[in-house]
């Protein structure tokens, strides 16, 4: 029979747990605070269990008060070991796990089973919070800099990470950290963004993670960093539901899958010119270049500066918990000329043509194509164009936007892709001219051949 640990033991070993970890001896009123934290579950470790059977995978376990779960080997070894706590008769409830950083006071719920809430706050988390911010944190301060060299940009970040740092909501955007190596954005990341909200709660992937099937690593992940990312259409489509999903199918190598609440937050870094491909009218990506590398900057000593870092970081956390955050702008991505670059690179040139069309962007053909370029003809035809446009302006357009010049044998097959067709219509006076039509001007039936 299993005889419970002794309560000696028990606050034994949670000092030990207290001390031993580094994220929580930085500073003598931090290693204070987690020793409370931890003496206060090993008191709740000596108090009786109750039995659950888990939902997924029906193994008995026995769920202590202090959120603590013992897998056992089968019912009767979990009756033993109850016994040993004196519960003399022991029911098994429904049990499953879930993870929501939104409730982290709340481990416990459920009616007839037991729903239990593995996640935690980190301990800067769990600090006091103060009523005002004065603390100092100057290397997280020049390295915020040169990750985020513009200022406006800066505060954006530094609004979204307070959001998920006070509230574990998911912001619904990402960002992209364009630059060389060496310019701070994994050290920001691993050594300052990490730490804060719990280094169980953030993990840094590649571009493969991206890809693949199996992405069980995103389980019960608050802050995901994938390092070096390049384009990928099927890494873009998967993105996208990983941004703004409430829920997340996961999938381990063994096939067995499951829904779980999403609530990732992302963050892409890579020095490829086109790390992710974004839409022309995208509401998820912010996109930052970093200045240059660390070493090249005065201020940056090395293993000293990241000692430095982690030194601060009780400060910073102090910032964070009284910053007056926003939660409507951090879901609001921020304009960057980076951002418009990107924009570009990753759409065919095709694509944005038709896109011009069919959103009937007037302003952004005439500039695209240039007013010096443009007959008073052309311009009274793009005051007034839906749904169709004469061969001779498409052309200017077409040339225009892809960057070099294109003949109609070309730019016909790349229309009729694209779901524009051509047809022969009668304009200006009866002069028949070819005409490009798409939307609900189409009508198969008088489409050229050529186009079909």
């Given at each position: 029979m299993?005889?419970?640990?002794n309560k000696p033991?028990?606050?034994?070993?949670a000092?030990d747990?207290?001390?031993?970890?580094?994220?929580?001896?930085?500073?003598?009123?931090?290693?204070?605070?987690?020793a409370?934290?931890e003496i206060?579950?090993a008191?709740?470790?000596s108090k009786?269990?109750v039995g659950?059977?888990?939902?997924?995978?029906?193994?008995?376990?026995l769920?202590?008060?202090s959120?603590r779960?013992?897998?056992?080997k089968?019912k009767?070894?979990a009756i033993d070991?109850?016994r040993?706590?004196?519960?003399?008769?022991?029911?098994?409830?429904?049990f499953?796990?879930?993870?929501?950083?939104?409730?982290p006071?709340?481990?416990f719920s459920?009616?007839?089973g037991?729903?239990m809430n593995?996640y935690e706050k980190s301990p800067?988390?769990?600090r006091?919070?103060?009523?005002?911010s004065t603390?100092?944190w100057p290397?997280?301060?020049?390295l915020?800099?040169n990750?985020?060299?513009d200022?406006?940009?800066?505060?954006?970040?530094m609004?979204w990470?307070?959001v998920?740092?006070n509230?574990g909501?998911?912001?619904?955007t990402?960002w992209v950290?364009?630059g060389?190596q060496g310019?701070?954005k994994?050290?920001l990341v691993?050594?300052?963004?990490?730490?804060l909200?719990?280094?169980n709660?953030?993990?840094?992937?590649?571009?493969d993670?991206?890809?693949?099937?199996?992405?069980?690593?995103l389980?019960?992940?608050q802050?995901v960093?994938f390092?070096e990312?390049?384009s990928?259409?099927?890494?873009?489509e998967?993105?996208k539901?990983?941004i703004?999903?409430?829920?997340i199918?996961?999938?381990?190598?063994s096939?067995?899958?499951?829904?779980e609440?999403?609530h990732?937050?992302l963050?892409f870094?890579?020095?490829h010119?086109?790390?992710?491909?974004?839409e022309a009218?995208?509401?998820?990506?912010?996109?930052?270049?970093?200045?240059?590398p660390?070493?090249e900057?005065g201020w940056?000593k090395?293993?000293?500066?990241?000692r430095?870092v982690?030194?601060?970081?009780?400060s910073?956390a102090d910032?964070l918990?009284?910053?007056?955050f926003a939660?409507?702008?951090a879901?609001h991505?921020?304009?960057t000329?980076?951002?418009?670059r990107l924009?570009?690179?990753s759409?065919?040139p095709?694509d944005?043509?038709?896109d011009m069309?069919?959103r009937?962007r007037i302003?952004?053909?005439k500039?695209?194509?240039g007013l010096e370029?443009?007959?008073?003809?052309?311009?009274?035809?793009?005051?007034k164009f839906?749904g169709?446009?004469?061969?001779?302006?498409l052309?200017?357009?077409?040339?225009?936007?892809?960057g070099?010049?294109?003949s109609k044998k070309v730019?016909t097959p790349e229309l009729?892709?694209?779901?524009?067709?051509v047809?022969?219509g009668?304009v200006d006076e009866?002069?028949?001219?070819?005409?490009?039509?798409w939307?609900?001007?189409v009508n198969?039936?008088?489409?050229?051949?050529?186009s079909?």
């Open positions: 299993s005889k419970p640990r033991y028990l606050i034994g070993s000092l747990r207290a001390f031993g970890e580094k994220s929580k001896a930085e500073v003598p009123t931090d290693m204070l605070e987690a409370e934290q206060q579950k008191q709740l470790e009786a269990p659950m059977v888990e939902e997924l995978t029906g193994k008995y376990i769920v202590f008060p959120g779960k013992q897998v056992c089968s009767s070894h070991v109850a040993g706590y004196g519960v003399d008769k022991l029911s098994f409830a429904p499953r796990e879930t993870y929501d950083p939104t409730s006071n709340k481990p459920g009616g007839d037991l729903i593995t800067y988390q769990n006091p919070k103060p009523g005002a603390s100092a290397t997280i301060g020049k915020m800099e990750v985020f060299p200022q406006r940009v800066r505060e954006a970040f609004n990470f307070a998920i740092f509230t909501k998911k912001t619904e990402a950290i364009l060389s310019s701070g994994t050290l691993t050594q300052v963004l990490f730490p909200l719990g280094v709660n953030g993990i840094q992937l590649n571009q993670a991206l890809t693949t099937r199996y992405n069980e690593l389980d019960r992940k802050l960093c390092n990312v390049h990928s259409k099927q890494a873009a998967r993105v539901t990983w703004t999903e409430g829920d199918r996961l999938e381990d190598k096939g067995r899958a499951h829904i609440g999403n990732l937050n963050i870094t890579s020095n010119q086109v790390p992710v491909q974004i009218d995208d509401r998820r990506f912010s996109v930052v270049r970093t200045g240059p660390l070493r900057l940056f090395g293993e000293s500066t990241v430095l982690g030194r601060e970081l009780a910073f910032y918990h009284a910053f007056p939660e409507g702008e879901r991505p921020v304009a000329a980076e951002k418009e924009v570009v690179a759409n065919d095709f944005r043509l038709v069309l069919r009937r302003q952004e053909l500039d695209a194509i370029n443009l007959t008073e003809g052309d311009l009274s035809e793009l005051s839906n169709s446009m004469t061969k001779d302006l052309l200017k357009a077409a040339k225009a936007v892809v070099a010049p294109v730019l009729g892709k694209r779901g524009v067709g047809l022969r009668c009866g002069e028949r001219k070819r005409v490009y039509v939307g609900d001007q198969p039936d008088k489409l050229d051949k050529e079909k």
